[in-house]
């Protein structure tokens, strides 16, 4: 069973996505975080303004395997790495590149082919997973994501600036030619901005176990 979540930066995926996949026993699969790796491996080889088929090819090449939920790369788990500036800093370019989109997408469909999946990412529900059993939109106003974002945060940007910067990257991930973020007409929208993690996982659990695929696999 496939459940796709796509959203802006912010609206709650990854927390939702994690814990829904815990709370069912399925498998969470974060799709930025591959993307993430790819830009991470580049930088590390110096790459970072290099050509699309140079990036191509660290995606190519990429260690990567998902263990209990959790994404290894180089067997290693790199989590704040993931999330450093610089990554930050060029992983819209790599992850516009169409060869670097289909190795992620033929990832997730390998690991889709063995187990029950909740993924999520900004083009789950349109491009990589049409056909998914369950597909969500979550959303939540640029005020509520930059206040989250601000919280969450080590370092010492103001609300401001971390607003800024979600819009800015709001712009950038609607604008893409490849895997831009939209949603799909038969998504259900649901807005996080007025609700707390526990509320949302209710909600998408309660849509997940009220379909047919779900009870089959129960029974
Ligand atoms: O969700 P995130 O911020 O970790 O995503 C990292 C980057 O990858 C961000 O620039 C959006 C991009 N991305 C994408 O293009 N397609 C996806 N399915 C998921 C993420």
Not at 83 to 109: K, P, T, W
Request: proline share 1%; glycine share 6%; net charge negative.
């Amino acid at each position: 069973m496939v459940v796709a979540i796509d959203g802006p930066a912010g609206a709650g995926k990854s927390s939702v996505a994690a814990r829904c996949a815990v709370a069912l026993g399925f498998v969470y699969l974060n799709s930025g975080a591959i993307y993430r790796a790819v830009t991470w491996k580049a930088l590390q080889q110096g790459l970072q303004d290099s050509d699309a088929d140079e990036i191509a090819a660290v995606a190519q090449s990429l260690d990567i395997e998902y263990t209990g939920g959790r994404l290894l790369i180089d067997r290693r788990q790199r989590d704040q790495e993931l999330h450093s500036a610089a990554v930050d800093q060029y992983v819209a370019r790599h992850s516009a590149i169409a060869a670097v989109r289909e190795m992620v997408n033929r990832r997730l469909h390998q690991i889709a082919e063995q187990s029950n999946v909740v993924v999520e990412g900004r083009d789950i529900t349109t491009v990589v997973f049409p056909d998914a059993d369950v597909k969500i939109y979550l959303d939540a106003s640029v005020d509520t994501r930059a206040q989250r974002r601000w919280q969450q945060q080590e370092g010492d940007l103001s609300l401001q600036q971390i607003a800024e910067r979600i819009s800015s990257r709001d712009e950038a991930d609607r604008k893409k030619t490849a895997g831009s973020l939209k949603q799909a007409d038969d998504a259900i929208y649901l807005d996080t901005s007025h609700l707390t993690i526990d509320e949302v996982c209710d909600r998408v659990i309660a849509t997940i176990q009220n379909t047919s695929k779900y009870r089959e696999l129960q029974s």
